[in-house]
């Protein structure tokens, strides 16, 4: 990074009730989705929405290393390729100490498939949504509305005793990501359990203490992090110190609030797991598929906490906290939802191409506080010294990448590619139809193929025999004839539109393939 962009990083705490440790079957929750900054400022840029951490509920020694959860959500990421103002969707599986990690279909920890770490560890289960290796598109423009979703798990992979021929076990838990958007709901996609418990091959002593063996912790944090905002700072003559950071915004409704989650809720086994296991044993259908009475809800206690920061060239600086309450104020209706009033002394209201938005202040003020401590303290564009030379700063898009010699809006476009070679695991046994082609709003074009869902590449990977790979077919093919994509799974919430996925990212399996087949993609490269 240039010596001149500094940056806001930090989070948004969102404090809420704790819930009984018996609800540790899974989570859902609608968090909004929204262009945090106006134009998309490079690949520096990385932050999520809000969100998660998903954590095993095993309660491992004190001081011990062991760290591994499901923690995707909606933001932008500094290894994306196809970003734009609008949010994408990945899945954030890490395995032990991010050995790897796993953020979709085809999608993990590197580009090098001789070392795929974590690009093996999801399994493509909806054979409605194409999901692109850089990440799950929402239809362009989303502002303000809520996408849903969750994790539970289903159980379509039995435990094993070994892993690979090592004397460590394997869990059941195939973690699933259930969607509730206005164009595709249910089961989209899986964590094949040995994800996470490979790495332990390695450290036989956390055997059987991650999610594929152990239920989910469900007292988690629920905040927003981000760790690159682009921003600049100046001394003025007379010594003291401005920062000036790129427009900010939040999506408000007619009541100018910001409504930031909504319908946050923790499952226990009998919603869905009991009576799943019992359908695919040979028991009636689940045509209900998630048991709502087995839910219990989060309820947000209408306060929030605030790391945010202005610092200096990447360097944290603890003492110089971002005075967010300066001008926002948490708030919730019935303790379901969660979100911010604004202060109109400081916050905007503007009418954009998406939607109305409050912008946050712009300007900082390096101040000590009745403590002694510095912090940063908004102030008016006219209070800041025009020798600080900040009103005149452009935020230009700024690239993470070694190669100067390469035009901004060219870096990190290469193509998203899959092995070729025949006997690869992409071509043997291989697809049954393709390739064809879908071109989402980002840009990019993402060549796919439809495969039999027990022979597509993270199957293969997944550390199961033939036979085992079979009757997680056979289950498979149950859920797509009866878990379609216009049911309702999760709890829903009480108010609020829901997000769209990118239309060109729905797709229809060809005649005679409707049953037990998805979508896999191969490539993805630019339009």
């Given at each position: 990074?240039?010596?001149?962009?500094?940056?806001?990083?930090?989070?948004?705490?969102?404090?809420?009730?704790?819930?009984?440790?018996?609800?540790?079957?899974?989570?859902?929750?609608?968090?909004?989705?929204?262009?945090l900054?106006?134009?998309?400022?490079?690949?520096?840029?990385?932050?999520?929405?809000?969100?998660?951490?998903m954590?095993?509920q095993?309660?491992?020694?004190?001081?011990?290393?062991?760290?591994?959860?499901?923690?995707?959500?909606?933001?932008?990421w500094?290894?994306?390729?196809?970003?734009?103002?609008?949010?994408?969707?990945?899945m954030?599986?890490?395995?032990?100490?991010?050995?790897?990690?796993a953020?979709?279909?085809?999608?993990?920890?590197?580009?090098?498939?001789?070392?795929?770490?974590?690009?093996?560890?999801?399994?493509?289960?909806?054979?409605?949504?194409?999901?692109?290796?850089?990440?799950?598109?929402?239809?362009?423009?989303?502002?303000?509305?809520?996408?849903?979703?969750?994790?539970?798990?289903?159980?379509?992979?039995?435990?094993?005793?070994?892993?690979?021929?090592?004397?460590?076990?394997?869990?059941?838990?195939?973690w699933?990501?259930?969607?509730?958007?206005?164009?595709?709901?249910?089961?989209?996609?899986?964590?094949?359990?040995?994800?996470?418990?490979?790495?332990t091959?390695?450290?036989?002593?956390?055997?059987?203490?991650?999610?594929?063996?152990?239920?989910?912790?469900?007292?988690?944090?629920?905040?927003?992090?981000?760790?690159?905002?682009?921003?600049?700072?100046?001394?003025?003559?007379d010594?003291?110190?401005?920062?000036?950071?790129?427009?900010?915004?939040?999506?408000?409704?007619?009541?100018?609030?910001?409504?930031?989650?909504?319908?946050a809720?923790?499952?226990?086994?009998?919603?869905?797991?009991?009576?799943?296991?019992?359908?695919?044993?040979?028991g009636?259908?689940?045509?209900?598929?998630?048991?709502?009475?087995?839910?219990?809800?989060y309820?947000?206690?209408?306060?929030?906490?605030?790391?945010?920061?202005?610092?200096?060239?990447g360097?944290?600086?603890?003492?110089?906290?971002?005075?967010?309450?300066?001008?926002?104020?948490?708030?919730?209706?019935?303790?379901?939802?969660?979100?911010?009033?604004?202060?109109?002394?400081?916050?905007?209201?503007?009418?954009?191409?998406?939607?109305?938005?409050?912008?946050?202040?712009?300007?900082?003020?390096?101040?000590?506080?009745?403590?002694?401590?510095?912090?940063?303290?908004?102030v008016?564009?006219?209070?800041?010294?025009?020798?600080?030379?900040?009103?005149?700063?452009?935020?230009?898009?700024?690239?993470?990448?070694?190669?100067?010699?390469?035009?901004?809006?060219?870096?990190?476009?290469?193509?998203?590619?899959?092995?070729?070679?025949?006997?690869?695991?992409?071509?043997?046994?291989?697809?049954?139809?393709?390739?064809?082609q879908?071109?989402?709003?980002?840009?990019?074009?993402v060549?796919y193929?439809?495969?039999?869902?027990?022979?597509?590449?993270?199957?293969?990977?997944?550390?199961?025999?033939?036979?085992?790979?079979?009757?997680?077919?056979?289950?498979?093919?149950?859920?797509?004839?009866h878990?379609?994509?216009?049911?309702d799974?999760?709890?829903?919430?009480?108010?609020?539109?829901?997000?769209?996925?990118?239309?060109?990212?729905?797709?229809?399996?060809?005649?005679?393939?409707?049953?037990?087949?998805?979508?896999?993609?191969?490539?993805?490269?630019?339009?």
């Open positions: 990074m240039s010596a001149d962009y500094n940056t806001m990083a930090g989070y948004l705490i969102v404090p809420h009730e704790q819930v009984p440790e018996t609800y540790n079957g899974g989570f859902s929750m609608y968090v909004t989705a929204w262009p900054l106006e134009r998309y400022p490079g690949n520096y840029f990385q932050t999520g929405l809000f969100g998660t951490w954590f095993s095993n309660k491992r020694q004190p001081g011990e290393k062991a760290y591994s959860d499901i923690e995707g959500g909606l933001g932008w500094r290894d994306s390729r196809f970003a734009t103002a609008t949010p994408k969707f990945i954030g599986g890490v395995a032990l100490n991010f050995c790897a990690w953020n979709g279909p085809g999608a993990g920890k590197g580009r090098d498939w001789d070392a795929p770490q974590g690009k093996y560890g999801v399994a493509q289960l909806s054979p409605n949504v194409l999901w692109p290796p850089d990440g799950l598109n929402l239809k362009q423009g989303a502002c303000g509305e809520l996408f849903g979703y969750g994790y539970l798990p289903l159980p379509l992979i039995p435990p094993k005793s070994t892993t690979e021929g090592a004397d460590v076990p394997t869990g059941g838990n195939c699933t990501l259930f969607l509730d958007t206005k164009n595709v709901k249910g089961p989209i996609a899986f964590f094949t359990p040995i994800f996470f418990s490979k790495p091959i390695q450290a036989p002593h956390l055997a059987g203490t991650f999610l594929d063996s152990q239920p989910s912790n469900p007292n988690r944090q629920i905040q927003m992090e981000t760790q690159y905002v682009p921003a600049r700072i100046a001394v003025a003559a010594g003291e110190t401005y920062a000036r950071i790129a427009p900010t915004h939040f999506p408000v409704n007619a009541d100018g609030e910001s409504v930031m989650l909504n319908a809720v923790c499952y226990n086994a009998k919603a869905l797991w009991d009576g799943v296991k019992d359908w695919f044993e040979e009636d259908p689940i045509l209900d598929p998630i048991g709502h009475t087995e839910a219990r809800a309820t947000f206690l209408g306060r929030g906490n605030s790391t945010w920061s202005i610092f200096e060239n360097v944290p600086r603890d003492a110089r906290n971002h005075m967010v309450w300066d001008f926002a104020t948490p708030f919730t209706t019935d303790g379901s939802d969660f979100g911010y009033r604004w202060d109109d002394q400081w916050v905007a209201r503007i009418e954009t191409e998406n939607g109305p938005m409050a912008v946050i202040p712009e300007y900082y003020h390096l101040v000590k506080n009745s403590d002694g401590k510095e912090v940063w303290e908004p008016k564009a006219d209070d800041v010294p025009e020798q600080a030379g900040l009103k005149e700063v452009v935020f230009k898009p700024h690239w993470h990448d070694d190669d100067d010699t390469v035009a901004p809006e060219e870096k990190h476009m290469g193509p998203y590619v899959t092995p070729e070679e025949k006997g690869s695991c992409w071509k043997t046994p291989g697809p049954v139809a393709g390739p064809f879908a071109f989402p709003g980002d840009g990019s074009v060549t193929y439809w495969y039999r869902f027990a022979d597509q590449p993270a199957m293969l990977n997944a550390g199961l025999t033939d036979a085992e790979r079979e009757k997680v077919q056979t289950h498979v093919e149950k859920l797509h004839r878990w379609t994509r216009d049911k799974y999760l709890a829903a919430p009480a108010k609020g539109e829901l997000a769209e996925i990118d239309p060109a990212l729905i797709v229809t399996p060809p005649a005679g393939l409707e049953w037990g087949y998805v979508p896999i993609a191969t490539r993805q490269e630019k339009r």
